[in-house]
Nanobody, 116 residues
Framework: AQLVESGGGLVQPGGSLRLSCAAS????????MRWYRQAPGKERELVAG????????YYADSVKGRFTISRDNGQNTVYLQMNSLKADDTGVYYC??????????WGQGTQVTVSS
């Protein structure tokens, strides 16, 4: 089982990126999905989450109104659309598959750098 993130990169402040996380080897549609990020020298923080059917979402206050999490259970993929990016959004973004009763999974991370 694995999660593979993609879509990170270097972007100027105010720009946009769309992260993807492709899941395989487990029943994706049973899992809540989350995006975390970790900035240099800081702890990993929860950025956004989405319920297994996709009808409920959560956002950290720092990204509300700028980031949108979505999922496609037919494609076993979760997305994070990031708009109006700021320097503070810089970090490694990790995808997490969360379930209270089953094994949880983490991706390897994708680097997002917001800089002019």
């Amino acid at each position: 089982a694995q999660l593979v993130e993609s879509g990170g990169g270097l972007v100027q402040p105010g720009g946009s990126l769309r992260l993807s996380c492709a899941a395989s080897g487990f029943t994706f549609s049973n899992y809540n999905m989350r995006w975390y990020r970790q900035a240099p020298g800081k702890e990993r923080e929860l950025v956004a989450g989405i319920s297994s059917p996709g009808d409920n979402t959560y956002y950290a206050d720092s990204v509300k109104g700028r980031f949108t999490i979505s999922r496609d259970n037919g494609q076993n993929t979760v997305y994070l659309q990031m708009n109006s990016l700021k320097a503070d959004d810089t970090g490694v973004y990790y995808c997490n598959a969360f379930h209270w009763d089953l094994k949880n999974y983490w991706g390897q991370g994708t680097q997002v750098t917001v800089s002019s």
